[in-house]
């Protein structure tokens, strides 16, 4: 996958072939439009059909990531699946574990948004430019913030 990532990521790859490169590595991406810039830490990596991902996405990948259909994910936004349990004083970052992401249909995750392990978006959600979800989201919210938190609802 270490290769294909840095291939697919060039800016002169036009997007049907990074889709290929990614469908070789394992990713199932097909029917997604994925731009230039982004990193794809691993394979387990699902999108729905008319999927968007903008430049410089980040997919950390080490659990697996799912996004539905048309979800529209922002410039450098980030999903992140691995972190570290509280370590004693002397190394506070402990044991590495992993969580998986889901992200609901119809989502707009907007730019520089940072989605952390083992959340699940639910369908309809906006998560706002700069956002740092940190929680399960509930369906059809705008949540903003740091930690998100839900600012309003939105119509189903």
Request: charged share 15%; net charge positive; glycine share 18%.
């Amino acid at each position: 996958m270490r290769l294909i990532n840095i291939v697919q990521s060039w800016r002169l790859v036009p997007v049907w072939l990074r889709i290929l490169l990614l469908l070789a590595g394992g990713a199932k991406v097909w029917g997604a439009g994925i731009y230039a810039g982004c990193h794809f830490g691993g394979k387990d990596i699902r999108m729905g059909l008319g999927t968007f991902v903008n430049r410089g996405v980040f997919f950390d990948g080490t659990a697996p990531i799912t996004l539905g259909r048309q979800v529209a994910v922002g410039h450098q936004a980030a999903f992140i699946t691995s972190t570290h349990e509280m370590g004693p004083a002397d190394g506070r970052g402990g044991r590495v574990y992993d969580l998986p992401i889901v992200v609901g249909d119809g989502c707009w995750i907007g730019a520089r948004a940072t989605i952390l392990p083992g959340v699940t978006v639910g369908p309809g959600c906006m998560i706002g430019a700069g956002a740092v979800v940190t929680k399960d989201c509930e369906p059809n919210g705008l949540y903003a913030g740091n930690p998100a938190r839900r600012v309003r609802d939105l119509p189903a």
